[in-house]
Structures are given as structure tokens and as C-alpha cells.
């Protein structure tokens, strides 16, 4: 049973930054695929950046140059440093994660929503033009 909780969501202005955490119920978070995906009223859920349990890491289009996807193994976290936002970045944000010896999983699958079986509950960016 994994349990993944996010936090730092929030108002700002066009163009500002804010850091978004998701801290998980797991021993140690290297054996796990994890991600953040976004979501909007009638849109589908958007992958945005995630990172896989041997490090490498992959970013939507829309995100990259702005948007920075990292792990903390001792805290056992997962940060998103998001820069220069812009109002289209306004969603709800959710963290995800997957053992790695639970699925197969391929490079195709880190941005992939149906990859992944745990999720958090969100957390509320806004970015306000």
C-alpha cells in the first residue's frame, strides 16, 4: 500500500515560480517510476515530467527549459521546480508512481497515465495573467 501526498500548489502571477513536492508512503522511492501529470476541466490528463527509477527523466513539450523534475531518496520526494509560469501551466497537479518490478515499463510509458498505479490526491496551481 503506497500512499503519495502533494504540497506547494498555489496562486501566482505570469512569469513567477513555485515548487511542488509529493512526499510517499515507500521505503525508498529508487525503486519506483515516478511522475507529474496535470489536469484540467475537459482535458485529458497531460504528463509533464517524470523520472524513472534508474534517473533519467522526461519532460513534456509545453515545459521544457521552465520545468524541473526532482528526487529526494533520503526524504523520500519528489519536487517539481516550475519557472517562468504561464497561465496555460493553471491545472491540478498530481503525483504518480509504479514499482518498476510490478509493471513493464518502457521509456514511451514515463508520461504515460495508464503506466502508473499509485496517485495522490492533487494539488491546485493557478497562474493568473
Known amino acids: 500500500r503506497v500512499q503519495l501526498m502533494e504540497s506547494g500548489g498555489g496562486s501566482v502571477q505570469a512569469g513567477g515560480s513555485l515548487r511542488l513536492s509529493c512526499r510517499a508512503s515507500i521505503d525508498t522511492i529508487s525503486t519506483y517510476h515516478m511522475a507529474w501529470f496535470r489536469q484540467t476541466p475537459g482535458e485529458e490528463r497531460e504528463g509533464v515530467a517524470g523520472?524513472?527509477?534508474?534517473?533519467?527523466?522526461a519532460y513534456a513539450d509545453s515545459v521544457k527549459g521552465r520545468f524541473t523534475i526532482r528526487r529526494d531518496t533520503v526524504e523520500d520526494t519528489l519536487n517539481l521546480e516550475m519557472s517562468s509560469l504561464k497561465p496555460d501551466d493553471t491545472a491540478m497537479y498530481y503525483c504518480?508512481?509504479?514499482?518498476?518490478?510490478?509493471?513493464?515499463?518502457?521509456?514511451?510509458?514515463?508520461?504515460?497515465?495508464?503506466?502508473?498505479?499509485?496517485w495522490g490526491q492533487g494539488t491546485q496551481v493557478t497562474v493568473s495573467s
Open positions: 504518480a508512481a509504479v514499482d518498476r518490478e510490478g509493471r513493464t515499463f518502457s521509456w514511451a510509458d514515463v508520461l504515460r497515465p495508464s503506466a502508473y498505479d499509485y
Open positions: 523520472s524513472t527509477a534508474a534517473g533519467n527523466s
